[in-house]
Each structure stands twice: as structure tokens, then as C-alpha cells.
């Protein structure tokens, strides 16, 4: 058990679209020999699309919907990439995987640095506080200043960057990565075989005659004036702040050509914490603890259009996952029986044996689990709740036909218990329009289409002006004055609990600053 609980890594990437996530998992799973061949990621995309209509949307916009989980060996590591979908039409998805990973690679374009989705996701991470490496990639071609771009991470995140290794250039090309640790330099190939690189050339510091051999004049004066900066900062990694997601580990490279991605990864897996005792409402819980427990961030429906089965993924916390044991829901005391359990490989299913902490399973399910349950073999240990939340997008849901309002209910009910989407009410519950609440759009299609198949209702949406939420606390007149003099949406969870809908993040910060009798919340509060 110890052995399986340590050798594990389960993190996510946190990207902006096309900065080049799906490279970089491609090239990943190459290391871990899951897969043979660059570009079967996207290859496997495209071949299940013919085959699965699992949401033809999914194959119209050629997009996935939905993320997934792959687990790869590398070095003795068990790693599980949970995958987080990227497209612009991000949702709730992404956010609630972020609460089953340990870690965290955040993914940058050197040419644009920071980007909206990026700071999102971030932010996610840090109410979590789990560590955050960086990576910024495209490396292969000039962008910004390697110095300016950790300026601008530090000025946009707050979050300092210990470079590991660092970019070497001649102003006009890029010449490979000097590892700072191991002082070594790793020259690039234009051109070259992707996925073998040259042994790097290991150098006796910065000053050794052999590094302006390799890299000529101009290139070495620059990089030996800008290591000494770095330096000047600090040559080691501060663990502690680390640990804490205060300093990120910083790696340069280009996964396209498969350049820097090994010192990455080797340093990921020295540096990344393994599955951490977790908190729970009966104290701490340690990963090597014998009774099983784990979590539920993620409900899919109807992944399989043969099987109109859900399945609920599940983070295992401690213990082990053993087919056959039944275990308890501890929100409704019902018990659960563990079937074989389902890894992921992109979205295809592959049953396995057992599996350990850290990783993640799928369960089929009935509509008896959902988002944030605790399962436990023994003791009733709730975990954390996962919170939903704050959408972006909202519109109001009409329904032509009244006779099918009965059915309209059950399915934003269920929807919304499933975590698909969030529903929120202006005139009580049985008002006339339901307000339906996103992180992405894409959350809108789906609902229409599940609405639709699953429950005959053809519903329409009206979008709503609105593009920032919080939840509020405070007396009931303040709450609602302040609605009225900015223009503000007054609305109300499923549990009653009110929230103002703005009509840009501008108003939102204003209402913020300047209304100290109101507290509001990114999440939903206890
Ligand atoms: P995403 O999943 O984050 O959205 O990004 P993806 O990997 O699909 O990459 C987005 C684009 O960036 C792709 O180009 C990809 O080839 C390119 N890219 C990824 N890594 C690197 C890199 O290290 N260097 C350079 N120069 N480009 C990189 P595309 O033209 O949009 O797609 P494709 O035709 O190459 O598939």
C-alpha cells in the first residue's frame, strides 16, 4: 500500500486554448510509453467521433465535452493526468477536477503569457492551495523576454517563479534550455527527431570555455547575464512556499518538438507531492489508512449511447478499491457495491483490478451519486464539499409547451443535482422562468439537448445580460438595495441562498470595494 500511495501523481494542466495542452499530454504519455506515436491523441479523437455520438455536438464542434483521466507509468511513477477540457467553452467540469488533483501544471504560450482561462483555473487552484509548476512553452519560436514573462506571471497571480531551467537564445534564435540544477545545456535541433534529443552537454558552470564553444558569443554573454540575475534571487527551490502554491517551479521548452519536456518531467516527479492526507469532518485522513474512502467531483451521463447509465468518477482518498466490497454513501446511507472499476484512457474504458489512492475510477450509477459525495467502507468521514461555482452565463428558460412544465422541473432538478448546470429562481421556485446559470456556454447546449432526449421537454433559452455572479451575505434590505442601484439581478439557489447577478466583472469589483455590509462569495457558502 505504501508503495503504490507514494509512487503516485495525480495533477492537472491548467491552460488558456491552443497554448498547447493537447501537445503536451501527447508528449507526455510518448515517456510513458502509453501510446507510440505523436498525434494519436488527437487521432484517437477523430476515430472515436465516427464511432461514439455521445453529444453530435461534441463531433460538430470538435470539441471534447467532457474530461477524462489517463494514468501512465514512467520511472517507477503511477501518473494520472486528469484532462481538463480547454475549448473556450470551458465548464463546471474544469473547475471540480481541479478539486481531485494534487498538483498542477499551468501551461503558457511565451508569446502571450497569462491569459484569461489560465487565471480562471488558477484561482481554483489557489483556494486550494496545491502546488503549481509552470511550463511556457513554444519556446521553439522568439516571444517575450523570459524575464519580462515571469515579471508578468508574478505581477498578474502573485505568484512567484523559480526558473529550473532557462531559455538560451541569440536574440534571434533559440538555442536549447541550461539546466540550472544540473548545469547542464540542452542544445536544440531545428528540425530534429522528435522525441530523441542529443545527451545534454554538461558544462562546469556557466564560465566553463565549452559553453561559448557551443553556444558562440553573443548567445553565452546573455545567458551568463541573465542566470546572474536569476541567481542574485535565489538558486534553490524554497519547498515550503512551494508547497504552499506561493512559488512555482518554472520550466522552458517546446512541446511541440518534444524539447524540455524530459528535465519537466523528471523534476515533476521529484517535486510533485504524492496523495496528501486529507481533512475530514473526523479528522485528518491519511492516504495509507486501510478503509477506503474516496470522492465525487464528476458525474457523466450517457457516454456510451448503448448504456444510458451514468458514471460517477471518483478520487480514491485512502485505502484501497476493491471490486466487489460495498461501501457507503455517506450523504444518504445508502450503500454502494464496487464494481469493476473503469480507468480511462481518452474516453475509452478499460477495466483494471484494483487501484490506489490518487487514482481516479468511474462507477456506474443510477442517479444514486452525487457531485461532492464521501464513500467510506467504515466511519462516516465526510470530505470538503465541492462548491459550486460562480457562473458566467444565464438565461432564462422558457417553455412553449406549459403542459410539459412537470417534466421541465424533474430535469433541472436532476440536472442541476448532477452538477450539468445551475439553476437559480427570481420569483420562488414555481415562478414562470427558471433561470439557469454556467460557467460556459457549451453548458446551455447540453442542457437543451439532455432536456430534450432525456426528459421530452424542448425548452427554449433566453440569454440574460448578466456575466458575473456572487453569492451575498448580509441583511436582506442591503442586499436588495444594492441589486437595484447597480442594475444587479436578485436571484436564489436551490437552498435558498440569494446571489446578485452583474452585468460585467467591472460592476461586480465596484459593488465589492464599496459595499462593506455585504460579503460575497466566489462559492456557494456553507
Ligand atoms: P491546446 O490543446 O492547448 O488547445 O493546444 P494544442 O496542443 O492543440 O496546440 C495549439 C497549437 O499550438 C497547435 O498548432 C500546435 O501544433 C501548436 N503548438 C503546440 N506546442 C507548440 C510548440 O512547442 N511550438 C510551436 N511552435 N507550436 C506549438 P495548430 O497549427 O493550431 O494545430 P496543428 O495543425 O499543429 O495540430
Redesign the pocket.
Known sequence: MQKEVRRRRTFAII??????????TEKLLLYGGAIHLAGSV?ARRAARHATSDWMEMERERGISVTSSALQFEYRGFRINLLDTP?HQDFSEDTYRTLMAADSAVM?LDNRKGVEEQTRKLFEVCRLRSIPIFTFI?????VGVSPLQLLDDVEAELGMACAPLTWPVSDGTNFLGVYDRGDRALHLFEKGGDHGASRPPAKVAGLEDPEVEILLGAAATARLREEVELLDMAGAGLDEAAFAAGKVSPTFF?????NFGVEPFLRRFLEYAPAPPIRPSSEGPIHPEDERFTAFIFKIQANMDPKHRDRLAFARICSGRYNPGETVTNLRSGKGIRLTEPQQFFGQEREAVETAWPGDVVGIHDRGNLRIGDTLASKGSPAFEAIPPFSPEHFARVQLPDPLRRKHLDKGLKELSEEGAVQVFYQDGVSGPAPIVGAVGTLQFDVLLHRLEHEYGVKARLDPMPYRDARWVEGPDAEIRRVGTALDAALVFDRNDKPLLLFRSEWVRQAAETREKALSFHRMAPE
Request: include cysteine; aromatic fraction near 0%; proline fraction near 4%.
Open positions: 491552460s488558456h486554448p491552443d497554448a498547447g495542452k493537447t501537445t503536451l488527437k480547454g501551461l512553452n513554444k519556446c521553439d519560436r521548452g517546446s512541446a511541440l518538438t
